[in-house]
């Protein structure tokens, strides 16, 4: 318990103090926020700093070295998850500085994205059975899981993976939206992998690789909540690729190492929705030549509408504790139905 609490505030230390340097260092360098011509007005914000995820990332890697001074055990599953959240935020790294290099919206081409999150994907189905105990299967929650080969295990890790990274990716389109609902959403991981700690006789992970991934998810929390400080509206820096890839990979890693890999739908609702409208737009658009939405992700509908920023961030922060309540009073229920009520 102790050990979470100081990843918890090792994180938050780190990111409020942290991301003023990370903005300053990327304005001098002129790493400012290019601004897409089509979709709603925000040219005001051309030349915010970007790739703030730079401290985001730091500030958990520090938090989860300072919490194992502690004497607790860095576990096999807590490097493969640290390893993957490192390793995606260096693609979104590359992504952001080809951007700003070549002065253009897009960076990486979909191709070399998509075979640097496949190299880490394999790395991750081949790891996680071999080296870090994981379980080789598709589950849902506890003890409701599929067993499958190693192939079908790195396609779906590949799925999750890029699935869950290019999700949160969408969703950082409003100053602090994807932020602060990621913040939501690994505080919900920090009550499962504490809970699987405290319960740990009827659940795969052993105590001390569930105490490790709820000191991991702690710091994400609390180093999400500190970069929000400074990246609330009006954003003084954005996270960019390398912090959305990086935080919708480490999303996937913990769900997996957490054996709640189809319960991501609901821990992750908000950013599941983001991409359903995306996916929404362009298949009705292909079909039928009209849209759906005014502009897809659908966070950029209600700006067109003309709800204030605001407004529709504080919303979806909402609909993405909602869906976090309900997941979490899933894996609640399963755990209950196993074990029935404690005396």
Not at 213 to 234: R, V
Not at 325 to 343: C, D, H, K, N, T
Request: charged letters at 10%.
């Amino acid at each position: 318990m102790i050990a979470i609490l100081i990843a918890g505030a090792v994180a938050l230390i780190a990111a409020l103090a942290g991301t003023p340097l990370v903005t300053s260092y990327f304005r001098e360098r002129g790493f400012g926020q290019m601004i897409r011509e089509e979709g709603p007005d925000h040219h005001a914000k051309a030349g915010t700093p970007t790739m703030g995820g730079t401290a985001v990332v730091l500030a958990t890697v520090v938090a989860f070295g300072v919490a194992h001074l502690t004497g607790t055990r860095i576990t096999g599953i807590g490097l493969l998850v640290i390893g993957t959240f490192v390793a995606m935020a260096i693609v979104g790294f590359a992504d952001d500085l080809i951007k700003l290099r070549m002065r253009r919206n897009l960076g990486l081409n979909k191709t070399t994205k998509f075979l640097g999150q496949a190299v880490i994907a394999g790395l991750f189905a081949f790891l996680g059975p071999t080296y870090a105990g994981l379980p080789q299967n598709i589950s849902v929650v506890g003890d409701i899981a599929f067993d499958v080969n190693p192939w079908v295990f790195f396609v779906w890790i590949f799925l999750l993976l890029t699935g869950a990274s290019n999700a949160v990716n969408l969703t950082d389109g409003l100053d602090g939206l994807a932020a602060g609902s990621s913040a939501i959403t690994f505080g919900g991981y920090t009550l499962i992998a504490f809970w699987q700690f405290r319960n740990f006789e009827v659940y795969v992970l052993d105590g001390s690789q569930a105490l490790d991934l709820a000191i991991i998810a702690a710091a994400l929390f609390a180093a999400c909540a500190g970069f929000l400080w400074h990246n609330a509206p009006p954003a003084k820096i954005f996270m960019g690729d390398t912090g959305s890839l990086a935080l919708g990979g480490v999303l996937a890693a913990m769900a997996v190492a957490t054996n709640t890999q189809l319960l991501l739908v609901l821990l992750g609702g908000l950013f599941v929705a983001e991409t359903l409208s995306v996916i929404i737009q362009v298949a009705v658009f292909k079909l039928t030549g009209k849209r759906v939405f005014r502009m897809a992700p659908f966070h950029h509908h209600f700006e067109l509408l003309g709800w204030q920023e605001t407004t529709i961030i504080v919303r979806f922060w909402i609909i993405a504790g909602i869906g976090i309540s309900l997941g979490l009073g899933l894996f609640y229920a399963e755990w209950f139905g196993r074990v029935g009520p404690v005396a």
